[in-house]
């Protein structure tokens, strides 16, 4: 059997997940420091002097800058990390399943679980009736796609339809 994963893919992928929430925390310290200066200027500024509103846009500018970097930075690639970790935790912890079938073909590109994935396709016998079916089972779009044929059997270990490990047969 081929194992797609290893103990290293979780710790790289945690250690990217401490980078990224490393960097935003020191976003976070950056714009609080901006902010307590805002605020020292203004506290010191003279009752009624014209130059409050002039710190009061520029307190809405730093906070509106620290708001649109925000989003999209948790949003997109603490988002993504985050799901990719918990993915690997989930492989590591979750209970496996064993299945041997033909391989039918490959499907487009998806998102399983906040994780892009291709789709291997395999055909599996129905049980209660005399027909094939089609089951879906998820490659990690991170990795090399295995090498499998149309038509060719594999024995396939899976965790909640992602692929973990593979054996081509002959």
């Given at each position: ?37 805002l605020l020292a ?124 490990e593979y054996e081509?047969?002959?």
């Open positions: 059997m081929i194992r797609i994963y290893e103990d290293k893919d979780l710790y790289a992928a945690v250690r990217q997940q401490r980078r990224i929430l490393g960097v935003y925390f020191a976003v976070i310290a950056l714009f609080l420091v901006g902010l307590a200066a200027v203004y506290l010191l500024l003279p009752y009624g002097s014209s130059d409050g509103t002039w710190v009061i846009v520029a307190t809405s500018v730093w906070t509106a800058m620290f708001i649109a970097f925000s989003f999209p930075y948790m949003g997109i690639s603490y988002k993504r990390c985050h799901a990719y970790v918990k993915m690997l935790r989930f492989i590591t912890l979750g209970l496996k399943e064993s299945m041997t079938a033909p391989f039918a073909g490959i499907e487009d590109w998806t998102t399983h679980d906040g994780v892009d994935v291709n789709v291997a396709t395999f055909n599996v016998p129905n049980r209660k009736r005399e027909e094939e079916m089609v089951r879906q089972i998820f490659v990690d779009g991170e990795k090399d796609f295995p090498p499998f044929e149309v038509g060719g059997s594999v024995r396939t270990v899976t965790q909640g339809n992602l692929l973990v081509i047969l002959d």
